[in-house]
T-cell receptor
Framework: DQQVKQNSPSLSVQEGRISILNCDYT??????FLWYKKYPAEGPTFLIS?????DKNEDGRFTVFLNKSAKHLSLHIVPSQPGDSAVYFC??????????????FGRGTQLTVWP | ETGVTQTPRHLVMGMTNKKSLKCEQHLGHNAMYWYKQSAKKPLELMFV???????ENNSVPSRFSPECPNSSHLFLHLHTLQPEDSALYLCASSQDTAGLYGYTFGSGTRLTVV
């Protein structure tokens, strides 16, 4: 079962504009969320994270927003640059039990930033 | 350099071959993982090792056999694979299995089974 969902497989944005990538989750026990970025033929790399005690975390051009009541988070990239073109994965770690240590990933969203 | 090194980067093997994928990390992490990424599918967790002990086998067929001789090295032994096993195999490590600090991934091995 997909506990972390990214319903948009792709997003196309013009350079300089804002990119908004969305992620929904079903497990209310999740208390920490991460975004990963993946280029072709490479492994995912950590981008930004947010704890459930916050509703916003900002790092340069990247901001993650968390809406716990809606079980929704989003990654904003502004301004978008062609080098941001990659697949973005939303992820959440299991909070305990037999699956402690598992990082649940969404299916990813392919972002394309065009000039 | 991500700190997690996977070899080989690319591998083509026949269905009757035996091969091994290697993963190495020198980050001082305690946990290591094998993930599979097939086209148009989410990342699939295969195995979890914590302090060299396998703590999770996510219903992976026996034609995939992991080995973790120490906390810095992880292998995935492959034998009698099927064409549908062709995928990108990713190794990752983390400081702890709670995953709170995220994973560091290797660049992956692109496996093609012919």
């Amino acid at each position: 079962d997909q506990q972390v969902k990214q319903n948009s497989p792709s997003l196309s944005v013009q350079e300089g504009r804002i990119s908004i990538l969305n992620c929904d989750y079903t497990n209310s026990m999740f208390d920490y969320f991460l975004w990963y970025k993946k280029y072709p033929a490479e492994g995912p790399t950590f981008l930004i994270s947010i704890s459930s005690i916050k509703d916003k975390n900002e790092d340069g051009r990247f901001t993650v927003f968390l809406n716990k009541s809606a079980k929704h988070l989003s990654l904003h990239i502004v301004p978008s640059q062609p080098g941001d073109s990659a697949v973005y994965f939303c992820a959440a770690p299991s909070s305990g039990g037999s699956t402690l240590g598992r990082l649940y990933f969404g299916r990813g969203t392919q972002l394309t930033v065009w000039p | 350099e991500t700190g997690v090194t996977q070899t080989p980067r690319h591998l083509v093997m026949g269905m009757t071959n035996k091969k091994s994928l290697k993963c190495e990390q020198h980050l001082g992490h305690n946990a290591m993982y094998w993930y599979k990424q097939s086209a148009k599918k989410p990342l699939e967790l295969m195995f979890v090792y914590n302090f060299k002990e396998q703590t999770e086998n996510n219903s992976v067929p026996s034609r995939f056999s992991p080995e973790c001789p120490n906390s810095s090295h992880l292998f995935l032994h492959l034998h009698t694979l099927q064409p549908e096993d062709s995928a990108l195999y990713l190794c990752a490590s983390s400081q702890d299995t709670a995953g709170l600090y995220g994973y560091t991934f290797g660049s992956g091995t692109r496996l093609t089974v012919v």
